[in-house]
């Protein structure tokens, strides 16, 4: 973990942030990011059950988009380079402190804000639909609302 830690340290030096993917057996697979809050002054993202290059092109996005603008969680945000409508909902603390363990040891005793980034499954379909299919860990309270922007 010492490496891996250099590693970050590193990577939110040179990138602005590091995102962090976990491929796991028993469990969705999931990507974090580290240094989002610190860089940019945006909470940290965290996004389930997608593979690594479309985790890290949405959390580049998600820079993008956020970067000095206001996030209102739980609000259907439209797709604009994203390929998906997307949700963003906070994080339970004491959830995602069991996934995110490359961020909490680079922030240690500071206090960190996530995201989860929600998305729908391939018929178009978020969690919250009857008729959503996919396997998805939400870490927060997933209580949608309409976009109040175009």
Do not use: W
Not at 18 to 38: I, N
Not at 58 to 70: C, M, P, T
Not at 98 to 115: C, H, P, Q
């Amino acid at each position: 973990m010492i490496n891996y830690a250099r590693r970050v340290k590193a990577s939110v030096k040179k990138h602005g942030f590091h995102a962090t993917y976990v491929a796991a057996e028993s469990m969705p697979s999931f990507c974090y990011s580290t240094g989002l809050c610190e860089t940019y002054a945006i909470p940290e993202l965290f996004i389930s059950s997608l593979p690594p290059g479309l985790s890290q092109e949405l959390i580049q996005h998600y820079v993008k988009r956020f970067d000095g603008a206001e996030i209102r969680p739980n609000e259907l945000l439209k797709k604009k380079k994203e390929p998906f409508d997307y949700y963003l909902i906070v994080c339970d603390p004491r959830k995602i402190k069991k996934y995110a363990l490359a961020t909490t040891k680079y922030y240690g005793d500071r206090k960190v804000e996530f995201l989860q980034l929600v998305f729908p499954d391939t018929a178009g379909y978020f969690p919250h639909h009857k008729r959503y299919d996919y396997d998805q860990e939400i870490l927060g309270t997933f209580t949608p609302k309409k976009s109040r922007t175009p």
